[in-house]
């Protein structure tokens, strides 16, 4: 069964530092891209990054690009997200996403951060 | 970025009902379209790809239609299990990924 569990997320202040975990099992990690997508409270959907079956070739959106960095570890099964400078518009619940081919065919359960004084 | 423009926003409608969703692309995207259900809480799910293509597991009664910049989702038959938001979404190779704004359907 496909998995992907996310961790990490949780409360913190304007301006502080957050790294979101996402363990994946149940298929071959290095076969597929991944990704992160986000939802504020009571929005819709918004991609903010993707990385490649290798970890090579890194994508963000304009929205957080220069303060998230997503990385993969292939032997651990484990994606990440390092997010910086997080600001109030970043709380969200933080989904990692498996990308097949072009398409994303699978979410995590999500991670909810939180930016708040 | 290429603009997803979903109608409407809301719909009510009735155990039974035929329900059609529309999504609109600022450009066009080919057949570069997929569906998503999401229910409160939870994450999205997977409904169609390619614009016509039903995922696996997913109840015929969901369908895909499209092409170009204009697409439909239609629900035949709604069921009880059918209330919740739906998301279009376009993955063109070279562009990045944007969805609609979300349609609720929600019990009339």
Known sequence: ?117 | DIQMTQSPSTLSASVGDRVTISCRASQTINDWLAWYQQKPGKAPKLLIYKASSLEKGVPARFSGSGYGTDFTLTISNLGPDDFATYYCQQYHFYSPWTFGQGTNVDIK
Not at chain 1, 21 to 35: E, K, L, V
Not at chain 1, 47 to 62: E, H, R
Request: aromatic share 12%; hydrophobic share 40%; with cysteine.
């Open chain 1, 1 to 117: 069964e496909v998995q992907l569990l996310e961790s990490g997320g949780g409360l913190v202040q304007p301006g502080g530092s957050l790294r979101l975990s996402c363990a994946a099992s149940g298929f071959t990690f290095t076969t597929y891209a991944m990704g992160w997508v986000r939802q504020a409270p009571g929005k819709g959907l918004e991609w903010i990054s993707g990385v490649s079956k290798n970890g090579l070739q890194t994508y963000y959106a304009d929205s957080v690009k220069g303060h998230f960095t997503i990385s993969r570890n292939n032997s651990m099964r484990t994606l990440f997200l390092q997010m910086h400078s997080l600001q109030a518009d970043d709380t969200a619940v933080y989904y990692c996403v498996r990308k097949d081919a072009d398409l994303i065919d699978f979410w995590g359960q999500g991670a909810l951060v939180t930016v708040s004084s």
